[in-house]
């Protein structure tokens, strides 16, 4: 019998719910990718759900009384400081893991943590370039970084040849040797959303949403919120709907201080996404960075399914998408003035606004549906808890939505 496999019931006898252990040190434990979209499918596909994240060093209470569900704190792997959530993470999967059908880590550094010990079939979901992201972590200095980056590179190396992989995004599979399964990064798409620049007590919401860095365009952020204010008079707004780190964090909170943006810090991915809807507009201003050339910002796709027209930088991914949805425009890197061209000509002619959300919206229903995606994913874990092996199979639908 392969790695992982169950025995078959006796007859008449009825069989166990499958049992995922999913396990982060790094991610907010309400992760959209992690939370909202891969442990909400598998729950509602019957399955039992050991959720172990940081839950404590977020500061959150675990959750408590969803069906099928267990929480369990683990320690938070924070800047230069990852050693004890590693340890951790390695007690915690040597005392639960055994319980448990499949093991899903979604870490990096949670790599190395199962060597030696005896577990059911381990599935990494690769969120992203790991080995480029390095280039934009505050917490790592510059003289280290190409020996990080090559450690990370054997961590992938000693990942491929020892458990299963889970891709993001096809734009992922040339750093590994062999074909692994892609899910989409996608999102839900509701059926029925409000028309973008809804006017509420005669204000004008603009949007970002997802964590806020210096390489994510915290600086133009604050810039463009400063314009919306000053040309408008504050009949146009920018709410910002993500932490921020490093740096951005001193610089978004002084511009909430000054009233300069509204900035909400962390805000769960459900109450995320109903705060979009009817903006005038949602920004991903990234900069050009090696981690964010091969990726599209979920951003973008959540922006277009909830018919809330797009201002991307033109990283190559999410200029395609928002370029063949027609669900927005494309503005040079660091170009603040082009934004609030933008966003000023659309708060001027908000039918327009209203147009191109609706083409994303449309794009997005029929392109980006994480319910198609849903699907796939339980599949994928089912065939590695039946079998110890993952399929080799491409997404379930086109890939924008990573």
């Given amino acids: 019998m392969s790695a992982g496999a169950q025995p078959r019931p006796p007859a008449g006898a009825r069989e166990r719910p499958l049992r995922a252990l999913v396990l982060t040190v790094v991610h907010h434990p309400q992760d959209a990718r992690i939370r909202h979209r891969q442990v909400r499918a598998l729950l509602e596909a019957g399955w039992e759900v050991t959720y172990v994240a940081p839950w404590a060093g977020h500061d959150v209470e675990p959750e408590r009384g969803v069906p099928g569900l267990r929480c369990v704190d683990v320690e938070r792997a924070v800047g230069r400081s990852r050693w004890r959530a ?82 993001a995004d096809d734009r992922y599979a040339d750093r590994f040797r062999r074909s692994h399964p892609v899910v989409p990064n996608a999102t839900t798409v509701p059926q029925d959303v409000p028309p973008a620049g809804r006017e509420v007590e005669g204000v004008r919401r603009v949007v970002y949403l997802g964590s806020v860095t210096l390489e994510r365009g915290a600086r133009e952020l604050v810039d463009v919120g400063r314009g919306l204010r000053e040309k408008t008079g504050g009949s146009v707004r920018l709410e910002v709907l993500g932490p921020a780190h490093g740096r951005a964090r001193e610089l978004m909170a002084d511009a909430d201080r000054r009233d300069v943006l509204d900035w909400r810090g962390f805000v769960a991915n459900p109450a995320a996404l109903a705060r979009i809807d009817g903006a005038l507009a949602g920004l991903s201003l990234l900069h050009d960075e090696a981690n964010f050339r091969p990726s599209m910002p979920t951003k973008v796709v959540e922006y277009l399914a909830h018919g809330v027209p797009v201002v991307t930088t033109p990283l190559p991914v999410a200029a395609d998408l928002v370029r063949r949805s027609g ?69 379930g639908a086109p890939t924008e939505g990573a």
């Fill in 86 to 167: 590693q340890r951790a993470a390695r007690s915690l999967l040597r005392h639960l893991g055994p319980a448990h059908d499949v093991v899903l880590l979604h870490d990096p550094e949670l790599v190395p943590t199962t060597t030696g010990l005896r577990l059911p079939p381990v599935v990494w979901d690769v969120h992203e370039d790991t080995p480029a992201a390095i280039s934009v972590r505050p917490w790592v200095p510059d003289r280290v970084r190409p020996a990080l980056s090559w450690a990370v590179r054997g961590v992938e190396r000693l990942a491929e040849r020892r458990m299963l992989l889970l891709l």
């Fill in 327 to 395: 669900g927005g425009v494309v503005v040079p890197f660091g170009d603040t003035e082009a934004v609030l061209r933008v966003l000023l000509g659309w708060a001027d002619r908000p039918a327009r606004a209203v147009e191109l959300g609706a083409a994303g919206h449309r794009y997005a229903a029929d392109h980006l549906d994480w319910r198609r995606q849903a699907a796939l994913f339980v599949d994928l874990l089912q065939h590695v808890a039946r079998t110890g092996s993952l399929p080799v199979v491409g997404p």
